[in-house]
């Protein structure tokens, strides 16, 4: 008996300390950052673009670019993903400059030039302060908010505090909690993850259009994880499938590209359902017997 004690009594201190662990070092797992000397010079082939620094109220410094398109109809504001920095994700501005649109990236707490201690609190005001000089500049209604993976959450949230002239999701989670007790489901990651960042919550305050792309093959956040979220405002969302596609490669397909374009392209107009099959009932086969 006393075995089976003390056997039990290693198993939870083994236990507690991996809890421990992952309190601690869940940042490393979470993030890879990729850090820049700050006299570190941006450059991008047939790319116009202008640096600026966003101090913030607790000190730190939050580094950014602007990608310039020829007589802009309006602004991307690109949330990037979990890792390396805009010096990197600066090559896929391309994909909207070419529709007319600036881009604006920044790089998160910790990433490239950007300084402060990384939290979600912190990080959600830091994209905030962003937004709203962004505003200053652009009416919110030629503001598109798009999230890349981790950044959709970050997005989401943006959404659903503003009033952008839509949300796109690509590659979106339906939060972090769920995504990291695909890899530890035996931890109490509600109580121990920093950065729960919960999209599903926040999806349901945000009331512009909602465009959400995912790839089917994607491996790290499942497909059915959209096809969820998609559910929360089916009357604001619209969901975009690239077959084939994974987390990292969406990129490479022409089918995303196609439908990126209609995305940015598009205006919202209010479908007339008169006369059409919305409210049509089909008969049981028993009643067609009958009839």
């Known amino acids: 008996m006393q ?20 309190y601690v070092f869940q940042d490393y797992f979470l993030f890879k950052p990729e850090k820049l000397p700050s006299d570190f010079a941006f450059h991008y082939k047939n790319q116009e673009i202008e640096e600026y620094n966003v101090e913030t109220r607790d000190g730190a410094v939050i580094n950014g670019l602007r990608f310039k398109a020829k007589n802009p109809k309006g602004v991307v504001f ?74 959709s959450g970050f997005a989401t949230k943006l959404a659903s505090m503003n009033n952008p002239r839509m949300l796109i999701l690509d590659a979106p989670y339906y939060s972090l909690s769920k995504v990291a007790k695909k890899f530890i489901p035996f931890m109490p990651l509600s109580l121990l993850i920093k950065f729960p960042m919960p999209t599903y919550k926040w999806l349901k305050y945000v009331n512009c259009p909602i465009h959400i792309i995912h790839g089917t093959d ?11 979220l998609s559910k929360i405002k089916p009357e604001n969302t619209k969901l975009y499938t690239v077959i084939g596609g994974g987390h990292k490669d969406l990129h490479t397909f022409e089918s995303y590209h196609r439908m990126l374009s209609e995305i940015v392209n598009s205006r919202p107009n209010k479908v007339n359902l008169e006369g059409s099959s919305i409210d049509v009932v089909h008969s049981s086969k028993a009643a067609n017997a009958k009839v």
């Open 78 to 151: 690109y949330l990037k993903g979990n890792s390396k920095s805009i010096r990197g994700w600066g090559k896929f501005a391309v994909d909207f400059t070419r529709h007319g649109y600036d881009v604006i990236m920044v790089d998160y707490r910790g990433f490239g030039k950007s300084t402060g201690r990384r939290t979600q609190k912190a990080v959600k005001r830091d994209m905030q302060v962003i937004y709203n000089k962004i505003k200053e500049k652009v009416s919110e209604k030629y503001i598109i908010l798009y999230g890349r993976s981790l950044g």
């Open 3 to 22: 075995n089976w004690i003390f056997v039990l009594l290693i198993i939870l201190a083994v236990y507690v300390v991996f809890s421990v662990l992952l």
């Open 218 to 228: 994607d491996r790290l956040i499942p497909y059915k994880t959209s096809v969820r």
